[in-house]
Each structure stands twice: as C-alpha cells, then as structure tokens.
C-alpha cells in the first residue's frame, strides 16, 4: 500500500512539474502601450510588469500643430493563449489593431526597449534625411493614370481565397509561396529585379521581399511593406476561417499593383527599391522585427518607410489619414505634400494609433523614418477584421479604396527612388531660399544633388551672416569644406564634385539677419 501511494504521489508530482513546463514553455515576453496594457491587466490581473520606460511617442510635428507626447512601454510576460485574447481585446475595446511587439526573451526584450527610449528620444539626428522635394511629375503623373481598383481587388480575392495565412499554418505557408511566385512571375525579364522569402527560425511561414537594384545610388533603400499573414482571434487551426481580406490582403494587392505599373513601365530608380511581404505581424510584429533588425545589423541605409496596413475599407469622412506616433514627422510631411500633388481632391486626416500598432514600428524602433497611411481614423476601423467575415464583400466588394493608397505608395517609391546622390536637373540647376536669423542662430540645407561639376553657395542680406558648405553631411562651424565668414550678409564659396554627390550648407546669423541663399550647380 505505501509503495502505491508513493507511485501514485511520484505519477502526479511528475504531472504538475510536467504541466509547469508546458505552461512555461507557452509563455512568451512581450512589449506593450499604456493602453493595451490596460486590456491585459482586465484579462489577466496577476500580470506582472517586469520592466517600464518612458519612450518619445510623437515627435513636435508641424503637420497638425501637434506637441512632442511621451508613452510608458511596459515588459510583461503572457501565455500564448493571453496573447490572442488581448488581440481580440485591443481591437474590440480600443477599436485598433496590434498594441504589442514579441519578443524572444526577456533580455532582448530589455534591449529592444532600452533601444526604442534611446531612439526616440535622440531622433533620427544621426541618419542624414533624404531630399524631400517633389521634382518626378513627368514619371509619376503617367503612371498613376495607368493604376487599375480592377487589379488591386482580383489579387485581394485571390489572397483571401485561402482560408486562413496564419502565420504557423500550413495555409500560411502556401500563401507565403503563392505571393512570392506571383511577383516573381509580373517581375520576370527583369534582371535588376529579384523576389526571395525571408526565413525566420521560429516559424514556417517566411516573408517576400522583392528587390528593384537602384541603377547608380543601390546602396540607399526605399521599404514599402504589407503584412501578408491574417488571424482569427478566436483561435486558428488549418481549417480556421480568416480570410485576411482587407487585414492585410488589401495592402498586399496595393503593393503588387505598384509592382505592376513600375514593371510596365520599365521603371529603373536611382535608389534601391524594396516591397515587402511581412510574416507573423498579427502575433507581434514578429517578421518585420527580424528584417528591420537585420538591415539595422547590416548598417544598411534605409532612407524611407512606408506601411500599407489595411487600404479598403472606407470607415471615415477623410480619405487617407496619416497616423502621427512612432513614425516621422518630415516623411509625414513629405507624404502629405505627395497626396496634395498627385492626388489633389482627395482629403488627408490624423491621428494616432498607439504602441507597436504595425510594421513600421518594427523599423521606427531601429532608428528608420517610418509613414503609416491608413483607410480610417484611429476609432472607426474595420469591424470585421481578425474574424471570419474579413472578406471583400464586406469591404463594399470593390478595391476604389485601396487605390489611393495604391496611388501614394507608387509616388513615395518613385519620388525617394528616382533621387539619391548626384541627381541634378537640367543644368545649371538653382536652389533659392530666403528668411531670418536671431544672432547666432543657424538654419541647415540639403541635401543638394550634384554630379561632376561645381556647385556654389551665395548668400546676399542684411546684418551679418556666416556661410558653411559640405559635402556628404552636414556641416557645422568647426566642420566644412568652404566657408565665407565676412563682416556682412554678402557671402560666396565654391565646391568642386568629381562624382556623385551631395552638398548641404550651414548658416550662421553672427548678428540678426535676413538672407537670400542660392545654391547654383553647374555641370563640367
């Protein structure tokens, strides 16, 4: 009898210690907003916070007259389970997607957010921002003509058809292949456009990326991205209904329409050009962490961002709204400034849509300047997504939406990959500008694109005003490669380019002053 009990103690202490384990194992750390962490306490309240930090949200942004806010980022630990429930929670309650990144384990999940303070905090200072003029309307224009709502909706029925492409699914993975074939077959011919899948260690299902090689400047990267992946947050097994066909089909097919206009048009940017397909972003962001962290890695020179999640459905008064947080303030500009130029009747709206909403937090969190366009505004997004009735019919059975969002992705793809070092116009090229200085203040320019010849700086005034001039990067006082420092508001300096380059140029007020700059390149 004693030898039974202690079997039967020996049998159930293995169970509880095996159950442990497997409950051990099923967690997993996340990052996550105020907000969302408000839901989770709701669904779970013996969450505990492992860690806090206080991160820049949104950045002093002139777009909306809108002041710098700060974000608590919390650690926390959940179950897998936890996870989907607090998905379904984040988008019934606060009527938004995402709202939390995964993350391995608990010290990357430290060092991500320790990352994420020190870079919002510190801006994108380091990364020399690319010229944001918009000077392509001879390429642009007729492309846009060309853009078909026929297009984008076929590929959104298409994608949708399968029945679920969550992200550890054998569905998952199928669509996965399925998009990769599909871009490699529009893009075939091409020999400077190459389609490979993303593998990530953890899961099956791989991310698309499709490669246009920039013909002089493919060093500097241009990222347009989707997420290919959809989620039932009642639970997704093979069979599992999640059809995914605005959440995120729908941006999918905006990318693949852009691909089929640029291909049509034998398009050749200057910069490199990337559309991507992400892996697992409704469990976390997780492919698009992988990939963004690996370019960071690589030292790669990302110069722009743009993500299309959700295009189609049309839930607000205005037709595309720019969401602010986690993203950059002059990129936002600059993608307002696209929507007033090429798509002039259409209206843009703001707002904010919260920690680790989508991908381009992914690249936000490794220093990139990152744009969120989005079909609704933050409250009034699409009712069915995450569920079975995320269909296309719901969407109002047409792709209109979703075409505009088409439509800017192919001006920001084409406008940033057309520029890069040595870009000049038709020569001689001059850039003017005019305003006022306080005593020692000083305002930068640039960067100014030139090729092999001389680009000279001149400035004419009143009071007294210091002139500096750089290749490359930006100069300072101590720092230039000419400078003209007399007593008044009339100064000049020349540079000399043997190749491509960039020119930028520091003023300095060393008494309040007016000026009127202009920067003229001449070719050799």
Wanted: a neutral charge; charged letters at 15%.
């Amino acid at each position: 009898m004693q030898k039974r009990i202690s079997s039967l103690l020996i049998s159930s202490l293995f169970a509880i210690l095996s159950n442990q384990a497997h409950a051990a194992d099923d967690k997993v750390w996340i990052s996550i907003g105020d907000k969302a962490l408000q839901q989770l306490q709701k669904l779970a309240p013996a969450t505990v916070i492992q860690q806090s930090s206080m991160v820049l949200a949104t950045p002093a942004n002139r777009l909306n007259k809108q002041a710098a806010q700060e974000e608590q980022v919390h650690l926390v630990q959940v179950s897998q389970d936890q996870m989907l429930r607090l998905s379904d929670a984040i988008h019934h309650e606060l009527k938004r997607c995402g709202g939390f990144m995964f993350h391995s384990d608990l010290n990357s999940a430290k060092v991500s957010l320790s990352k994420l303070s020190v870079q919002n905090k510190a801006g994108l200072a380091a990364l020399v921002a690319p010229s944001y003029t918009i000077d392509n309307q001879s390429v642009v224009t007729p492309m846009l003509t060309q853009m078909q709502a026929s297009n984008i909706a076929q590929t959104i029925v298409d994608f949708s058809a399968f029945a679920n492409r969550y992200y550890t699914t054998n569905n998952g993975v199928n669509a996965s292949n399925w998009l990769k074939q599909k871009w490699s077959s529009m893009a075939s011919g091409r020999s400077d456009i190459t389609v490979e899948q993303f593998t990530h260690a953890g899961w099956a299902q791989k991310s698309v990326i499709l490669t246009i090689k920039g013909s002089d400047n493919s060093t500097e990267v241009v990222v347009l991205g989707a997420h290919l992946d959809s989620i039932n947050t009642k639970g997704t097994t093979e069979t599992t209904k999640a059809p995914g066909a605005d959440d995120d089909a729908s941006g999918i097919a905006s990318l693949t329409e852009i691909l089929r206009v640029m291909v049509a048009n034998n398009y050749k940017p200057r910069r490199t050009i990337k559309l991507m397909g992400y892996s697992a972003e409704e469990v976390g962001l997780r492919g698009s962490q992988e990939i963004a962290k690996s370019y960071k890695a690589a030292n790669t020179n990302v110069v722009g961002v743009m993500q299309l999640d959700m295009t189609n459905y049309k839930g607000s008064p205005q037709d595309i709204y720019l969401y602010t947080d986690y993203t950059n303030a002059a990129q936002n500009q600059f993608v307002a400034n696209l929507i007033s130029t090429y798509q002039p009747s259409l209206s843009i709206g703001y707002d904010k849509c919260g920690y680790g909403c989508s991908d381009h937090a992914s690249w936000n969190a490794q220093g990139y300047a990152t744009s969120m366009p989005f079909e609704t505004a933050f409250t009034q997004d699409n009712p069915y997504i995450h569920t079975e009735n995320d269909t296309f019919a719901n969407s109002g059975g047409q792709a209109d939406h979703s075409l505009k969002f088409a439509r800017l992705g192919l001006s920001f793809a084409v406008e940033l990959g057309s520029d890069g070092p040595g870009t000049p116009g038709k020569p001689p090229v001059t850039d003017s500008y005019s305003g006022s200085l306080t005593q020692n203040q000083t305002k930068s320019f640039g960067p100014f694109k030139a090729a092999s010849g001389s680009v000279t700086v001149a400035t004419t005034g009143t009071g007294d005003v210091d002139l500096y001039a750089r290749k490359s990067n930006l100069p300072t006082t101590t720092t230039y490669d000419c400078k003209s420092d007399g007593s008044t508001a009339t100064e000049s300096c020349s540079l000399n380019q043997s190749a491509n380059g960039d020119v930028y140029v520091l003023l300095k007020g060393y008494t309040a002053s007016t000026y009127s700059l202009k920067v003229t390149y001449t070719p050799q």
